[in-house]
């Protein structure tokens, strides 16, 4: 656990995931409605559960989600207009589409990508949602294909300037979207874009050659936060 106040890391235990079958391993995490729910994940592709911040416990709720989900790999999420979209995943709806969940219920958007996304991330940056690279599982290739989606339909943006870019993070601070991590030669490589315009700004640290074992991050303020598996 970080604190943001003292900038302070300490380890806190989540209750119950065990035992109660919510194991959240590539599960969507998104902040909706006030409440932090864990969507899918790997060893169960269908879960809904909700975080109780109050305990630090993890509870599976009675229903399931009609699609699955599996987040980090084969597909994306993130909170748009306080809905949570699951894209992308080829078991799910598919490496092209996105379902919505509100809290109740699983719907299943018409809207359709130009490129499939897999091993793909998405944020919400300028009023949209944005997803950045990913591969094609049928055609077994990867691509830096940027596109954003404006709660009709997806548009096709300026590439990524690496060629090609997967397994990383994306994340925004309201002003810019950044990439970091990743698969392959570049994976230490930051890149900023802002008005259209992508921008080298750094590298990572050696540390993170192996990048793409960097599941989650988040900015605030001056600094990146990044969580590794």
Same mark, same amino acid.
């Given at each position: 656990?970080?604190?943001?106040?003292? &900038?302070?890391?300490?380890?806190?235990?989540?209750?119950?995931w065990?035992?109660?079958?919510?194991?959240?391993?590539?599960?969507?995490?998104?902040?909706?409605?006030g409440?932090?729910?864990?969507?899918?994940?790997?060893?169960n592709?269908?879960m809904?559960?909700?975080?109780?911040?109050?305990?630090?416990?993890?509870?599976?709720?009675?229903?399931?989600?009609?699609?699955?989900?599996?987040?980090?790999?084969?597909? #994306?999420?993130?909170?748009?207009?306080?809905?949570?979209?699951?894209?992308?995943?080829?078991?799910?709806?598919?490496?092209?589409?996105?379902?919505?969940?509100?809290?109740?219920?699983?719907?299943?958007?018409?809207?359709? #990508?130009?490129?499939?996304?897999?091993?793909?991330?998405?944020?919400?940056?300028?009023?949209?949602?944005?997803?950045?690279?990913?591969? &094609?599982?049928?055609?077994?290739?990867?691509?830096?294909?940027?596109?954003?989606?404006?709660g009709?339909?997806?548009?096709v943006?300026?590439?990524?300037?690496?060629?090609?870019?997967?397994?990383?993070?994306?994340?925004?601070?309201?002003?810019?979207?950044?990439?970091m991590?990743?698969?392959?030669?570049?994976?230490?490589?930051?890149?900023?874009?802002?008005?259209?315009?992508?921008?080298?700004?750094?590298?990572?640290?050696?540390?993170?050659?192996?990048?793409?074992?960097?599941? #989650?991050?988040?900015? &605030?303020?001056?600094?990146?936060?990044?969580?590794?598996?």
């Amino acid at each position: 656990m970080l604190n943001l106040a003292t &900038d302070t890391l300490s380890k806190a235990s989540i209750n119950g995931w065990s035992s109660l079958g919510t194991d959240t391993e590539d599960s969507c995490y998104s902040f909706m409605n006030g409440e932090h729910w864990f969507l899918g994940g790997y060893e169960n592709p269908r879960m809904i559960a909700k975080l109780n911040i109050n305990n630090c416990e993890v509870k599976p709720e009675q229903n399931f989600l009609p699609f699955s989900h599996i987040d980090g790999m084969w597909g #994306s999420c993130a909170s748009y207009n306080d809905i949570t979209y699951l894209c992308f995943d080829e078991d799910g709806v598919d490496e092209y589409g996105c379902s919505t969940y509100g809290g109740e219920s699983q719907t299943v958007i018409s809207a359709k #990508s130009n490129y499939a996304h897999d091993w793909a991330e998405m944020t919400v940056f300028d009023d949209k949602m944005w997803v950045v690279g990913g591969c &094609d599982p049928q055609n077994f290739g990867c691509h830096g294909e940027t596109e954003s989606f404006d709660g009709n339909s997806w548009s096709v943006g300026v590439p990524h300037p690496s060629g090609d870019i997967s397994g990383h993070l994306v994340l925004s601070d309201g002003i810019a979207l950044y990439t970091m991590s990743g698969r392959g030669g570049l994976s230490q490589d930051v890149f900023m874009f802002k008005n259209n315009v992508w921008t080298l700004l750094g590298k990572l640290t050696e540390n993170h050659a192996d990048a793409y074992f960097l599941s #989650s991050g988040r900015i &605030d303020g001056e600094y990146v936060y990044l969580g590794e598996e």
